[in-house]
């Protein structure tokens, strides 16, 4: 009767009452991420990303034009002489999972809503499993506050950082349709994917899924046993319908995004011959590997190191990032170096060429995390266990290549990504959610301590013994059967966990701390005395974060040890695990993301014109190009003002890379030529300028056209092309043209009107003729035409636009119009709707299951009353 009596009383409560610990969460959140981001918050600084500062650079075009037109820019010519906006900066208005995003990050700026919606996604996970709220906020706490988290958002992986965040969702989505109820469980998992899908960080969402079908095979092995397949596979096809609502309201990125795949720099090259001095791609060895993947070199460039694994736990053990700051008390400072050395010390000693820090856990969710492999229901921690250990030797990548060139050679699509040690993201979910699954385990409700009485040694072993112990009648207080029997298990992953620290501290006399950059440093001038300084530098980082995990390992251990010895309430001992959780976490993040990642002025405000592009900017011409000599394909400075013939981007299009490994790093004059490079940006300040006179316009025509066979016979004949007279045209891709010659003479062709997606212009010729234009060649989109006449046009010197065109006077018009873009922007229009209607009809089954459980334990108390 008490059990009915308190069940009503919980469920008869005001909703109001039942909803203040989740607002009171959700409001904690808040004040995290503001304080944590505070410069954003209260100075009105930005935070200085990298990544963000190129997107911006490269987007400027397309966005600018968005802004003027009321539509979007589907191409642009300020990156890479030009390439779609896919990938770059293009809204799908069909995709109304936008706005649902916007209603979840309560109007925070980027970075600060990115944080919130981590913190809160992982705690709607928890909560959905049954987890108390004060437990789900330290559980929502770890997997916000994972040192990865923070260290991406410093270099602008917005994007990364967002699918991350929306991952809890498509988690909690999971099991709840699989532990407690189908329809709820199926609508959160929909929702929580199409959010996950709509960021469009395909690599992260890979991983996701990786987590999810581990969780399938576990639980298919456990509906085999219990003889409870066909509810699993009737799960499992609700959330397979939950997986095509949410691929469908991102119909359109995903459309144009695999559209584009085949064309872009993550396929192979058609090239046969490799390119000297070219790392990233592997020639095909036939023509029918083209576009399968990235080449093992290039995708496992950035692997975890073996060794490495144990900052999971220890976060200095290889010495942070590759720049840390030192103090004053450091050892270099002591040896002499000047102070203005000490704030960038190369302190990284592992194996990876570059780390912007490591992947943290946290020393208090490494605990709970063993914890959780002795408490948690086997299902459970096999399959999160399961997941740590793939997403581990996933990280590893070259360090461990029988396993990994396995897996990248037979698991479908794993070889179109890059930076393997971003594998370690499975485990940064599944850790910490074993890990708060195991502290709901231990933090319940308990009565308080009672004195010891004699107890039946069969039915209660452990309170006989404590009784025997301590003397039958004795006062000594004692816990609960349940808390007597977890408590050697907190000390057994007590125990482990502080075990591995102090292993980890033995094992660092062994160790010299040399690292692969301390040749450099002596030929920079680095003594023997300095060099020596800094290694005891990195050991002493190392060791001072053995001890401070230690701290936080023992802290946790005690407020679980007096929680279960019944001296500490359950919510006193929650609020205290979350503050562990909360301090370790955020101490780590700061090392990477601290106040000096802040800037005073806004992304905007740091593009500035220089004296030299404003001197190109007094060329009012429709449209040429500018090369910068300094760095030109990895910075996006250039194509915010200009179109540019570098740019900042990790997919580009295949052949224009092609180009540049083989033509224009070659320094072929030619080339920029033919992509009307009319300026060049020296960095000289002598003269910043330099104007080409060679550059060839917007389109001319040849008097020649030569044909070859292949790709390869295609690239090398740039090499020696005359492009203002010669065309060359690869007849294996284009059967129809060729070889030709035409008489050129007083022909003339004007571009009369640009924008991004349109060219028009107008040619007079004597005879019949053939164009070739200064315009990258994609053939999925752009349509040519004639006096409005639809006309065909093809592919010369490798990568520009080209066309036969009949004598006299004509309007030649180019136009973007790319079918993916509009049958995918339908798809997620029709997509958006369904969702809408998912979401209602969940709110509407939910108000009614709480109504009809409220009904029922009403109905079931009043007669056992």
């Known amino acids: 009767m008490a059990a009915v009596a308190s069940a009503s009383s919980v469920s008869s409560a005001p909703w109001w009452q039942r909803a203040l610990p989740h607002v009171l969460a959700v409001l904690f959140f808040v004040v995290l991420a503001c304080l944590y981001f505070s410069p954003i918050m209260f100075e009105g600084k930005t935070l200085a990303q990298h990544d963000i500062t190129q997107f911006q650079g490269g987007a400027h075009e397309a966005q600018e034009y968005a802004k003027a037109m009321g539509k979007e820019a589907l191409w642009t010519n300020s990156m890479f002489s030009g390439m779609p906006t896919y990938l770059i900066s293009l809204h799908f208005p069909g995709d109304w999972s936008v706005y649902l995003q916007k209603v979840l990050t309560l109007g925070l700026p980027a970075v600060v809503a990115n944080l919130f919606l981590a913190l809160l996604c992982g705690y709607i996970l928890l909560v959905a499993l049954g987890v108390r709220p004060l437990v789900a906020v330290a559980g929502a706490v770890a997997l916000g506050f994972s040192s990865y988290n923070l260290a991406i958002l410093a270099a602008g992986h917005n994007t990364k950082s967002l699918a991350l965040a929306y991952a809890p969702l498509v988690l909690g989505g999971l099991l709840v349709t699989y532990r407690r109820d189908k329809w709820l469980g199926a609508a959160l998992f929909a929702v929580g994917l199409t959010l996950n899908v709509h960021v469009n960080h395909l ?5 996701l899924l990786l987590l999810v079908a581990l969780f ?39 459309y144009t995004t695999l559209e584009y795949s085949k064309y872009s720099n993550r396929g192979r090259t058609e090239l046969k011959t490799p390119a000297p001095n070219a790392p990233g791609q592997a020639a095909a060895a036939n023509p029918e590997e083209a576009s399968t993947g990235v080449d093992r070199d290039y995708a496992f ?4 190191g073996v060794g490495e694994t144990i900052t999971l736990l220890i976060p200095n053990f290889y010495g942070g990032a590759s720049a840390m700051p030192l103090g004053p008390e450091s050892n270099l400072a002591k040896a002499g170096l000047p102070p203005e050395y000490l704030s960038g010390m190369p302190t990284y000693w592992g194996q990876q060429s570059y780390t912007a820090g490591p992947v943290y856990m946290g020393a208090v969710v490494c605990f709970l995390f063993i914890l959780g492999l002795f408490v948690v229901d086997k299902r459970t921690r096999y399959w999160l266990l399961a997941g740590t250990v793939l997403s581990i030797l996933l990280a590893w990548g070259k360090n461990f290549e029988s396993f990994n060139y396995l897996i990248f050679d037979l698991l479908p699509g794993y070889n179109k990504f890059r930076a393997v040690s971003m ?4 485990a940064q979910l599944a850790m910490p959610i074993l890990g708060a699954l195991a502290l ?6 308990r009565p308080a301590a009672q004195p010891l009485a004699p107890a039946d040694p069969q039915l209660h072993p452990a309170l006989a013994k404590a009784a025997k112990a ?24 007590g125990a482990i966990t502080a075990g591995l620290c102090l292993l980890a501290y033995l094992a660092s006399f062994s160790f010299d701390f040399a690292a692969p950059i301390d040749n450099e440093l002596t030929k920079q001038g680095f003594t023997p005395q300095l060099l020596s300084a800094l290694r005891a530098d990195r050991a002493d980082l190392l060791r001072n974060d053995v001890w401070r995990g230690l701290l936080f390992i023992g802290a946790a251990l005690a407020v679980l040890y007096f929680h279960l010895k019944g001296r500490l309430a359950m919510v006193p001992a929650a609020a205290l695990m979350v503050a562990l959780v909360l301090v370790d976490l955020w101490g780590v993040d700061k090392r990477y993301l601290g106040t000096d990642k802040f800037q005073p002025t806004s992304i905007a405000a740091s593009f500035q014109p220089t004296p030299a592009d404003e001197l190109i900017l007094r060329d009012t011409a429709l449209s040429y190009r500018v090369l910068n000599m300094q760095n030109p394909f990895n910075e996006a400075q250039t194509s915010y003002f200009h179109k540019s013939i ?42 910043p300028v330099q104007r080409n006179p060679g550059a060839l316009g917007n389109a001319w025509f040849v008097s020649t056209v030569k044909t070859v066979n292949s790709p390869d016979e295609e690239m090398a004949a740039l090499s020696t092309l005359s492009p203002a007279t010669e065309a060359v045209v690869d007849a294996s891709k284009f059967p129809q043209q060729k070889a030709a010659t035409y008489d050129a003479a007083g022909s003339t062709i004007t571009l009369t009107n640009y924008s991004p997606d349109e060219l028009k212009y107008r040619y007079t010729a004597k005879t019949d003729g053939f164009l070739v234009f200064s315009e990258i060649y994609y053939a999925d989109g752009w349509q040519a035409f004639i006096d409005g006449k639809p006309v065909p046009h093809l592919r010369a010197d490798y990568v520009l636009r080209a066309m036969p065109v009949p004598a006299g006077s004509h309007v030649i018009d180019f136009k973007f119009e790319p079918k993916a873009y509009a049958v995918g922007n339908a798809v997620s229009l029709a997509s958006s709707i369904l969702l809408l209607l998912v979401l209602v009809g969940a709110g509407v089954y939910l108000a009614r299951r709480k109504q009809v459980v409220e009904d029922d334990v009403v109905a079931t108390a009043v007669p056992v009353a």
């Open 301 to 304: 460039q950035y692997s975890y």
């Open 646 to 687: 570098g740019g900042y981007h990790g997919a580009k299009l295949r052949r224009y890379q092609d180009l540049i490994e083989r033509q224009i790093s070659n320094n072929n004059q030619q080339v920029l030529n033919m992509l009307n490079t009319r300026y060049l940006l020296t960095g000289d300040p002598k003269q």
């Open 440 to 445: 709901s385990r231990v933090l319940r409700p």
């Open 203 to 207: 690599q992260i969402t890979y991983y």
């Open 216 to 254: 399938g095979i576990f639980e298919l092995v456990a509906a085999a046993r219990a003889g409870r397949l066909p509810g699993f596979f009737k799960r499992a096809a609700l959330l397979g319908l939950g997986a095509a609502l949410a691929v469908g309201v991102s119909f359109g990125r995903l």
């Open 423 to 426: 594998a370690l993201v499975i």
């Open 470 to 493: 301590a003397g039958t009648g004795s006062t000594a207080p004692v816990a609960s059967p349940e808390a007597a029997a977890l408590l050697p298990k907190v000390l057994y992953a």
